[in-house]
Every structure is written in structure tokens, then in C-alpha cells.
């Protein structure tokens, strides 16, 4: 049987890579079937795959009675802890502002676009404001 390693665990001082971390240990749950397993039992491995900090944050989430054992909500507050809220003027403002430099190709140019339209709540208009950013 394929034996898999959770991911390692997660840099608190880098919150900004929540969302790569929080993918690996998605994928990690669906390989392992643990998405299969008790709520409980899954919060407990989410917790102590982060590392010992998450204890310390875990602890701090204003959660009702039972909510601290259901996975989607303990998820939802690692994910609000660690994802700050969006200016979405400020990251179409940065989009906007985005030239292609000396030196940039233009896949590398076209990919920057792409990352900076994530946060800027283009929804379907997202391919269009890459093609013509301005």
C-alpha cells in the first residue's frame, strides 16, 4: 500500500502561502480517504499537520458548542485568520499599473496578469481585462 506524508508543516511566518498549504492538505485528505473519516478526526489531523502553532490559533477562534470539531468550520477561520480581507480598488489598481518590463517574456508577463486578476474579482470578465489591461 502507497504510503502518503501530509504535507510538511505549515511557515506561520508566511501567511501568504496558506492557500498553497491548504491545497496540498486537500489533496492529502482526498489521497489518504481521512475526507472519508470523522469531522473530528479530520480537524485533529488538519491541526496537527499545520504544526504546534495552529494549537495556539486554534484556541483563539470564537467557535459555538461542537463547532470546533466540524472540518468546513475550523477550515473557514484558518482561512480568515490567514487570508486578509481584499481592497479590491488597491488590486485593480496594481493590475492596471503592471507593464511588461525589459527582459519579461510575454508568457511571464500574460501569467503576472493572470495572478493579479485573482484578486480582483473580475469574474467572467477576467480574460478579457488580461487581454486589454489598459
Not at 501569467?111 to 488580461?130: G, H, I, K, T
Request: glycine content about 2%; some cysteine; aromatic content about 12%.
Amino acid at each position: 500500500m502507497l504510503k502518503i506524508n501530509a504535507p510538511k508543516n505549515f511557515e506561520f511566518a508566511k501567511p501568504q502561502l496558506w492557500p498553497e498549504w491548504k491545497q496540498r492538505f486537500q489533496r492529502y485528505r482526498i489521497a489518504t480517504k481521512l475526507k472519508k473519516k470523522d469531522d473530528k478526526i479530520q480537524v485533529s489531523t488538519l491541526i496537527y499537520s499545520m504544526g504546534k502553532q495552529a494549537e495556539h490559533v486554534h484556541k483563539t477562534f470564537r467557535l459555538e458548542k461542537g463547532e470546533e470539531e466540524e472540518y468546513q468550520t475550523v477550515l473557514a477561520q484558518f482561512d480568515a485568520y490567514f487570508v486578509p480581507k481584499r481592497n479590491v480598488i488597491h488590486e485593480r489598481a496594481r493590475f492596471y499599473q503592471r507593464r511588461q518590463h525589459a527582459g519579461d517574456t510575454v508568457e511571464a508577463f500574460i501569467r503576472s496578469l493572470y495572478e493579479l486578476a485573482e484578486n480582483c474579482d473580475f469574474a467572467d470578465a477576467r480574460d478579457e481585462q488580461v487581454r486589454d489591461p489598459g
